[in-house]
């Protein structure tokens, strides 16, 4: 079975300072990872993906994820925070030879100016 | 670029009635998915369809909901018989065919059932 767990209910930061939401992963194989931002009242918007290759991915409006297989990890890092980037922010996994995505119960991440 | 596009974005109905929602992909993906997101949790997965078939249903999806993508382009989500239990957001996805592809989400539509 694949599961996600985000330990963390709420992330705060200063605007300025770096950012670490959590995610572990539970997967048969080798997994598909993924990280989703969500706002108040709309869908999910693509982050970022590891599915193979580098351990530190980049994706969109400067995020970035490292991918620690030892420790069964994928955790969504930015180096400087805006409070912008404030939002519910989902990891996601997918195991191969399976198209659904089983997701984590989200952070929210709170940017204080 | 248009994206995944959903209709209604809000439905509001009383119990027992029944909804139909519908999805518009993006047009070159062949995958089409839909999930349910209730309050405080994440997404959970209903179904999925390549083209007009539909390849694997939730044990969440009962037997009051039905999914179809006729044609292999836009899908319809219907519940029948809603209940208080339905009332969540309801998303649709879309994807290339490619399994290192990611999945593009439409806004939902919130179900609201009174």
């Known amino acids: 079975a694949q599961s996600v767990a985000q330990p963390e209910d709420q992330v705060n930061v200063a605007e300025g300072n770096p950012l670490t939401v959590k995610c572990t992963y539970s997967?048969?194989?080798?997994?598909?990872l993924f990280w989703y931002v969500q706002y108040p009242n709309r869908g999910l918007q693509f982050l970022l993906k590891y599915i193979t290759g580098d351990n530190l991915v980049k994706g969109s409006y400067g995020f970035e994820a490292e991918f620690n297989k030892s420790q069964t990890s994928f955790h969504l890092k930015k180096p400087s925070a805006l409070v912008s980037d404030s939002a519910l922010y989902f990891c996601a996994v997918r195991g191969l030879g399976f198209q659904k995505l089983v997701f984590g119960t989200g952070t929210r991440l709170l940017v204080s100016p | 670029d248009t994206g995944v596009s959903q209709d209604p974005r809000h439905k509001i109905t009383k119990r027992g009635q029944n909804v139909t929602f519908r999805c518009d992909p993006i047009s070159e993906h062949n995958r089409l998915y839909w999930y349910r997101q209730t309050l405080g949790q994440g997404p959970e997965f209903l179904t999925y369809?390549?083209?007009?078939?539909?390849?694997?249903k939730s044990r969440l999806l009962s037997d009051r909901f039905s999914a179809e993508r006729p044609k292999g382009s836009f899908s319809t989500l219907e519940i029948q018989r809603t209940e208080q239990g339905d009332s969540a957001m309801y998303l649709c996805?879309?994807?290339?065919?490619?399994?290192?592809?990611?999945?593009?989400f439409g806004d939902g539509t919130r179900l609201s059932i009174l």
């Open positions: 369809f390549q083209n007009e078939a539909q390849l694997e």
């Open positions: 997967v048969s194989g080798n997994p598909y």
């Open positions: 996805a879309s994807s290339q065919t490619e399994n290192n592809q990611p999945q593009h």
